[in-house]
């Protein structure tokens, strides 16, 4: 009896012993198609650029609750594979709350550095605690450091939803950070003010967003009426120009120190609204407003670059909602309701910018006709063929929710909303009159991009209680859209920083049920999975025992 | 060891036992992802993934495979056959061995018909045939290693008592604390990186990374690793019994 508990003690020691190893030395296969475990080509290249040591620091150490420790599992995982890439990625874990005498000042410190921390409540014994954790990682190349979010936040996620959904964007959230920090020299960005454009804090996320990429600067056109040299002298300084949402006209001396920065090789992404309407306008007694068309002055201006922004509004079969109150006071509810003036566009996948990107939401746009001449015009996004548009003055009113659209008169679709423009771009001022004199003026210049988009409101981004939200997020309906990616890729490609394109562009595709079918075929699938194996079952049985039978029967 | 493979093989084939078995694992399994409403509904997930199924199956398999093992050693027992196998010109191991396959054999004939499943879910997706073959077959092969495992248990499970409803229950709980149990202790604990070991004893933790459509070789060692120990166990048993 002694002896057969020694065997199983040595038989459980052996087991064990097996497994330790095997924690060892290990391999994995990835059979995935889309090689969703495995490190992308892009992330590979990125990681095979430095030639000088970078150093991860992660800091997730020391005790943590579960759902973290899977996190940082993960995290070591895929910093193996980056390390395994180049010997000179060297990465550890540090527990930045160690020291239990300085958790105050530490925790200060790293919120200084703008490092969230993540709090957990914990149950232990029925008493409740809160833990926190700093989920980042800092990485350090060349006295510079980048901050990397392990921890994506989404709304209403349990704290295991949220680091399952972070553990699949690891890849991304480090190639990026990579990326950053290998940046040798950032390109400067200039947001132009003085015609009534976007306030800061409607375009603060946005500028947030680039400000790791690229250095931005505020040029107000405003002084061209004083010193329009300087001005444009200036903005040559800039590699590419953000025109948000003007509500005032341009005068010709702004044009054309602008049209002088494009010609001289200025990247330049227009949002222009040519007709004024905010859904603000609507929520008054009557639910009503008039749509007019706004003068910003620069048709003319367009026309020359070959594109022609109408005074119209589109109206999208594809739409996003809005949420509307019904009641008063305490009765008061809110309902999502369908808005077919906020058009839902999908990308049509044919170009860098556009590629595998999510829906964009445009909020009243206007429709773009493109015009013949030599430059290249390729329609980034356009409205579904089920829009139509509607000309102005027009009132628009809350009522039309209440009429369900008539589908007939939706045939007049595939707008363009969003125009690349590229080309040798010659002066919109070309044989004409100038209305200025300015040293260092172009006819002519040389391969060059410029960004036309028919909505002011794409860039612009909510606020709740006085901050900034994420652009792209809607707090009312709280559905995330595209308008973000978008505008990033738009700038990374007219900067010609495609590698940053193509990082954010790996994406897993989730293979979807078809509805439809599901609706038309679920009775025969359902017969046909549960029918079709049992029936295979006492096929087999039968032809078994058939033969079994002629075999031994006689 | 053939010799007994082939008789365990056709012995289940002859009885009833063998297709109240399978028919009752698919028709359960189809029911649940297939009509009734819940969180296995295939219909009501909406992804063309099979993860509802590898979900559900390891749960009837704990059933279901601990039910066709129960008998294989306590009715030698009850019979007082057993003492037949130690004077058998085939040794003992080799008896365990060919029970062992042919359990595990009777198993993967029951899973087969499920590939009708596969085909389903990629002729419903909205674009047919777009479902990703790697998880697919990362899935049935590591249910193949999770039926291996608790086959080798239910087998060691019926050497315990000559009853087979108590080699049953025996088998279900051994079956159910290490696919399940650890993982639920592992839930008990604050600190995250014990919390983490003790879970990755469970089957369920390397079950679920092989599903993801990831070979490991960690995961594959675990689970041979597993049934070879409940085999060598089941050895040990008999030859204690017999002494």
Redesign the interface.
């Known amino acids: ?1 002694k002896k ?1 508990f020694v ?2 003690g040595i ?2 020691a ?2 064990l012993a ?2 330790i190893l ?2 060892l ?10 090689r ?2 495995t490190l992308s080509n892009q992330a590979k290249t990125i990681a095979a650029e430095f030639e000088k040591p970078v150093i991860i620091d992660v800091l997730l150490d020391g ?8 996190l ?2 993960e995290t070591d995982q895929l910093l193996e594979e980056f390390a395994s890439e180049n010997n000179n990625i060297k990465f550890n874990f540090v527990n930045p709350l160690e020291d239990a005498s300085q958790t105050e000042s530490v925790m200060a410190e790293l919120q200084g550095l703008g490092l969230r921390p993540a709090q957990i409540t ?1 149950e ?1 014994n029925g008493k409740m605690s809160r833990e926190i954790v700093f989920p980042w990682a800092l990485v350090n190349h060349d006295n510079k450091t980048v901050k990397v979010p392990l921890l994506k936040n989404k709304l209403g996620a349990t704290s295991e939803e949220r680091v399952n959904n972070s553990v699949q964007q690891l890849e991304y959230a480090f190639t990026d950070a990579l990326a950053k920090i290998n940046i040798k020299e950032k390109k400067q960005i200039a947001v132009i003010k003085g015609n009534g454009e976007l306030d800061d804090i409607y375009l603060a996320d946005f500028l947030t967003s680039i400000r790791e990429y690229y250095n931005i600067g505020a040029i107000t056109l405003d002084s061209v009426v004083t010193n329009p040299q300087k001005t444009l002298d200036q903005l040559k300084g800039y590699d590419l120009a953000i025109i948000a949402k003007p509500t005032e006209a341009f005068t010709d001396e702004e044009k054309y120190v602008m049209d002088q920065y494009i010609v001289n090789g200025g990247k330049s992404v227009w949002l222009i609204d040519q007709v004024n309407m905010e859904l603000d306008s609507l929520l008054n007694k009557q639910g009503n407003a008039i749509a007019l068309p706004s003068n910003l002055n620069l048709t003319d201006f367009f026309f020359r670059y070959g594109v022609r922004l109408n005074a119209d509004l589109v109206n999208d079969m594809y739409f996003t909602q809005i949420v509307l109150a019904s009641g008063e006071g305490n009765d008061s509810q809110y309902n999502p309701v369908p808005w077919y003036y906020h058009p839902m566009v999908f990308s049509k996948n044919d170009h860098p910018i556009v590629n595998n990107l999510e829906a964009v939401r445009f909020q009243f746009a206007n429709s773009i006709d493109t015009l013949a001449n030599p430059y290249e015009k390729e329609i980034l996004l356009s409205s579904s063929p089920l829009s139509r548009i509607e000309g102005t003055p027009k009132q628009i009113d809350l009522n039309i929710i209440n009429t369900p659209p008539v589908k007939e008169e939706y045939n007049n679709g595939n707008k363009p909303l969003a125009v690349l423009i590229s080309g040798k771009f010659s002066s919109a001022f070309k044989n004409r009159l100038k209305p200025l004199k300015l040293i260092g003026t172009k006819e002519i210049g040389e391969e060059n991009h410029m960004l036309v988009i028919s909505d002011g409101d794409l860039i612009k981004n909510q606020i709740k209680n006085g901050r900034p939200l994420e652009l792209g997020y809607d707090k009312w309906t709280n559905n995330y859209y595209g308008n973000k990616e978008f505008l990033l890729n738009s700038i990374n490609y007219l900067l010609d920083d495609n590698g940053l394109i193509n990082i954010r562009n790996k994406k897993v595709t ?6 439809k ?2 609706t038309e ?2 009775t025969k ?2 017969l ?3 029918g ?3 029936a ?3 096929l ?2 039968f032809v ?2 058939y033969y ?1 039978k002629r075999k031994y029967g006689q | 060891m053939l010799a007994i493979f082939k008789r365990e093989i ?1 012995s289940f ?2 009885s009833p036992i ?2 109240l078995v ?2 009752l694992f ?2 359960l399994n ?2 649940f ?3 009734f409403k819940g969180k296995f509904n ?2 009501d ?5 099979l993860s509802n199924f590898f979900l559900l199956a390891p749960w009837v398999f704990l059933f279901l495979i601990p039910a066709i093992t129960m008998k294989s050693f306590s009715e030698e027992s009850k019979l007082g056959t057993l003492e037949l196998l130690f004077i058998k010109p085939i040794s003992v191991s080799e008896t365990v061995l060919g029970k062992f396959l042919g359990t595990l054999t009777l198993g993967i ?2 899973l087969l ?2 590939i ?2 596969v085909y ?2 990629s ?5 047919e045939g ?6 697919v ?2 899935s049935y092969f590591g249910t193949v290693l999770l039926m291996s495992c608790y086959t080798s248990i239910g087998i060691f499970a019926s050497t315990l008592s000559d009853n087979q409803i108590v080699a049953f229950i025996a088998g279900v709980i051994l079956c159910f604390i290490l696919f399940y149990g650890f993982e639920g202790i ?2 008990l ?5 014990t ?2 070991i003790i ?1 990755s004893l469970g089957m369920k933790q390397h079950f679920e990374s092989i599903s ?7 995961d594959l ?2 689970f041979i ?2 049934t070879a ?1 409940f085999l ?2 089941t050895l ?1 048993q008999l030859k ?1 019994m017999n002494r």
């Open positions: 009896m057969f065997s199983i038989a459980l052996v087991l097996i497994n095997a924690d030395v290990y391999a994995r296969f990835d059979l995935t198609e889309n969703r475990f005790n943590l609750p579960p759902e973290f420790a899977k940082k599992k914990v232990e989730i293979p979807i049920l078809d509805s079918k599901i075929q679920k699938w359902q046909l999975n549960i079709l194996p049992v295979l079952t006492l087999f049985g078994f025992n079994r | 056709q084939f002859t063998a297709y399978i028919g698919l028709t189809g029911l992802l297939w009509v295939i219909f997930y909406g992804f063309a993934d004939i029951a018909p499920t009708i499943y389903a879910v002729q419903l997706g909205t674009t777009n479902l990703d073959s790697g998880p077959m990362g592992s839930t604990l604050t600190d995250g990186q919390s983490l879970k993801l459509g990831v070979l490991d070789t960690r060692l675990y690793s597993v120990f060598f166990l040990l204690n």
